[in-house]
């Protein structure tokens, strides 16, 4: 069926880093853009960052910009977003989630979440 | 930059009908989507585009927008639609997706 399993989470300082994995699978990964959304806890969902199907082109909240790059390895079917200078703020569930193939706005698929925590 | 506004909270009784409205500036220009989240659980698409629902979600989740706002309507609420509520969208402005605040559902 299709799936997106994130992985990386965990603790850091402040001003550390972490690179979060997301492994997709039941889908041509290669065909989709993909999203990272972030949810601190108790708020809401904030969108992170966005990378085209091919990687050409990679978009960014201006929360994150600067600090957090999205890639992704079409031959390993996975999404990746490497978090540098973590601060507090960045203290959140972090989702991966599907680009409908259609309608832009639209995100099709999320994965479980993985937990990051910024804390000395 | 720009924003999506949700009303924070909404009741309903059970089998009744209800509406949760999102506004905002982008909607004018794009779709909004719609996703249901219950506690400790990743949000899950409910509608999306003109009034699309994805495989899987029942027939009383429909979608519907006019001007700079955007609804989701459940006709028949069901004790399980009981959950938090957030509509997204494209925008031109700002951060290219944006979210709204969220809507938290209770069905009385």
């Known amino acids: 069926q299709v799936q997106l399993v994130e992985s990386g989470g965990g603790v850091v300082q402040p001003g550390g880093s972490l690179r979060l994995s997301c492994a997709a699978s039941?889908?041509?990964?290669?065909?989709?853009?993909m999203h990272w959304v972030r949810q601190a806890p108790g708020k809401g969902l904030e969108w992170v960052a966005f990378i085209r199907y091919d990687g050409s082109n990679k978009y960014y909240a201006d929360s994150v910009k600067g600090r957090f790059t999205i890639s992704r390895d079409n031959s390993k079917n996975t999404l990746y977003l490497q978090m540098n200078s973590l601060r507090a703020e960045d203290t959140a569930v972090y989702y991966c989630a599907r680009a409908d193939i259609v309608v832009q706005e639209a995100f099709d698929i999320w994965g479980q979440g993985t937990m990051v925590t910024v804390s000395s | 930059s720009s924003e999506l506004t949700q009303d924070p909270a909404v009741s309903v009784a059970l089998g009744q009908t209800v509406r949760i409205t999102c506004q905002g500036d982008?909607?004018?220009?794009?779709?909004a989507s719609w996703y249901q989240q219950k506690p400790g659980q990743a949000p899950v698409l409910v509608i999306y585009?003109?009034?699309n629902r994805p495989s899987g979600i029942p027939d009383r989740f429909s979608g519907s927008s006019s001007g700079n706002t955007a609804s989701l309507t459940i006709t028949g609420a069901q004790a399980e639609d009981e959950a938090d509520y957030y509509c997204n969208s494209r925008d031109s402005s700002g951060n290219p997706w944006v979210f709204g605040g969220g809507t938290k559902l209770t069905v009385l």
């Open positions: 585009g003109k009034n």
């Open positions: 039941g889908f041509t990964f290669s065909s989709y853009g």
């Open positions: 982008s909607l004018r220009s794009y779709y």
